[in-house]
């Protein structure tokens, strides 16, 4: 069997851009991605895209109704597929054993449960959405459970390694493919099939064979080894700012060191986005389940450490403008996880607001991507407020950064977007309440400059 019909369960940033690149990269295969999400397939094939991602659009205009489809018939395309992609959601549990830590597989299991029920031909089923240690061990007593007579199923692990921003280009060049498979000749047999589509643009060195478990904890790990970067880093840029050291130079003088290297030391308010903080809760549960403290309290410390930098930051802000933002008006630039994505799953910018708001402040906020209803759903969620209406009443959103800083006390950078190096802060500043400040959270700016026009420069890890 060559492969020529994937179905990929799940339109999210993972199966979206993934499935959209496959399809571009292997013409001759036809890519159906499905969600039970209607908003969301009509989101895909409509101009403007559910996620906004660099690259994507042209790629989805060329391969959408040529060999890519966005549908929700998920039974039809399931039935048609030699190879299925599990990419949906895994978030960590909100109740019940392992709530707050655990990852929830109720979506990874309702799919396996599907494929089971109406698959008439055998399948690969490959299970990219990041998952702990043993799960594909689940979804293959699922779907052996379930079948119907003389349909087989194989699973593979395939983790996905993209970042959002840069997806299209990891996904083109990606550092390594990785898949797991059962060490046995059909599962050997799964693995080719699914390497020789990647091998369409993916040089054969990088496609990486292991066996299952180890590709499942390769991707708790790679995610667990960036977070504990930035951890690392943002400890330094703790005491930096009590010593005078400056944590730039410390980062630069760390990373060159060839065995250290340069990337992932950016120090900052914080890391967020949907997985670091998930994928680590749920490597610190894994831990407690088997029974070895001692390692799941060693990557707790990561995520410790990311909570104190985001309090610490936001104290900050507080403390400087006089100990009190109570009635006070602040603009926050960014409100994205990371620049170049509309994303704000765990964005710092969220635990910066919050306090914020606790205060009394009040905040003109300003992105250039995320839709200001996000922002709204973001800053009314029962996580950070008891009383959405004066959230509301509360926040501006503005799709002008100028006219966000006007007469506001401050600004605070919380997302590294490219526009905000290039502003005409003299303009800004003009038009601000004084002493007017600003908080780098990203280390962006010129603070010298910034200073000589007359602000009052507040960043991480310098004095
Ligand atoms: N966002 C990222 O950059 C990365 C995410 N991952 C992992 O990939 C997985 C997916 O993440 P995202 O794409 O960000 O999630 P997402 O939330 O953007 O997308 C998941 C989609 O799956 C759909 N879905 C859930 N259950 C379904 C079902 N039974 N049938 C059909 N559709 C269903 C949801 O409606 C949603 O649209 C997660 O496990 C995540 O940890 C891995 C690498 C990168
Ligand atoms: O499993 C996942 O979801 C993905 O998680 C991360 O990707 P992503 O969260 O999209 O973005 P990153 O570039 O890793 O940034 C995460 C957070 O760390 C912050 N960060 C990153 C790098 C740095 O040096 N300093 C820093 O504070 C970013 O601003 C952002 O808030 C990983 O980089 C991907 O390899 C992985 O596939």
């Not at 890519?31 to 906004?52: C, F, G, M």
């Not at 039974?75 to 960590?92: G, H, K, M, Y």
């Not at 655990?102 to 399948?123: F, G, H, P, W």
């Not at 047999?189 to 990486?208: D, G, H, Q, R, T």
Request: aromatic fraction near 8%; hydrophobic fraction near 40%.
């Amino acid at each position: 069997m060559a492969v020529t019909k994937i179905c990929c369960i799940g339109a999210g940033y993972v199966g979206g851009p993934t499935c959209s690149v496959i399809a571009m990269q292997c013409p001759h295969i036809k890519v159906t991605v499905v969600d039970i999400s209607a908003h969301r397939i009509s989101q895909w094939n409509s101009e403007k895209l559910p996620i906004y991602e660099p690259g994507l659009d042209d790629i989805v205009k060329k391969r959408r109704n040529v060999n890519l489809f966005f549908s929700t018939n998920i039974e039809e395309a399931i039935q048609e597929a030699d190879l299925i992609f599990i990419s949906v959601n895994t978030p960590t549990k909100t109740f019940g054993v392992g709530k707050g830590r655990a990852a929830d597989l109720m979506y990874v299991e309702n799919c396996a449960r599907t494929i089971a029920q109406v698959s008439t031909s055998d399948k690969i089923v490959v299970e990219k959405s990041t998952v702990p240690v043993r799960a594909a061990e689940s979804i293959l007593k699922i779907l052996s459970a379930n079948h119907k007579p003389n349909v087989k199923f194989q699973v593979l692990s395939n983790p996905e390694f993209l970042s959002e921003g840069v997806a299209v280009e990891n996904l083109l060049n990606a550092d390594r493919v990785l898949i797991g498979h059962e060490e046995t000749a059909d599962g050997l047999w799964a693995f080719k099939e699914l390497s020789k589509v990647y091998l369409n643009w993916i040089p054969e060195e990088k496609i990486l064979r292991t066996n299952t478990w180890s590709s499942e904890l390769t991707k708790l790990g790679a995610n667990a080894f960036l977070a504990q970067r930035i951890s690392s880093i943002n400890s330094l840029s703790v005491m930096c700012e009590v010593t005078g050291a400056d944590v730039s130079e410390v980062a630069k003088g760390i990373g060159l060191d060839s065995r250290i290297g340069p990337k992932f030391l950016q120090a900052s308010v914080g890391f967020g986005g949907s997985c670091f903080q998930k994928d680590l809760l749920n490597l610190v549960y894994i831990c407690e389940c088997l029974n070895i403290p001692q390692v799941a309290v060693y990557w707790q410390q990561v995520l410790d450490m990311n909570d104190y930098q985001k309090s610490r930051f936001s104290n900050k802000i507080i403390e400087s403008l006089f100990n009190t933002v109570t009635g006070k008006r602040i603009t926050m630039f960014g409100f994205a996880f990371k620049k170049d994505t509309g994303d704000t799953r765990e964005s710092p910018a969220i635990h910066v607001a919050k306090t914020l708001l606790d205060e009394g402040a009040n905040l003109n906020i300003y992105d250039p991507k995320v839709e200001p209803e996000q922002i709204k759903k973001d800053l009314t969620h029962p996580y950070v407020t008891d009383n959405p209406e004066n959230v509301i009443k509360s926040i501006e959103i503005h799709n002008d950064p100028y006219t966000a800083a006007d007469s506001t006390h401050a600004i605070v950078i919380c997302t590294e977007w490219d526009e905000f190096v290039n502003l005409d802060y003299e303009k800004i500043y003009e038009r601000m309440i004084k002493p007017a400040f600003i908080f780098d959270g990203r280390k962006i700016l010129n603070h010298e400059v910034l200073a000589t026009i007359g602000f009052q420069v507040h960043t991480i890890g310098k004095r």
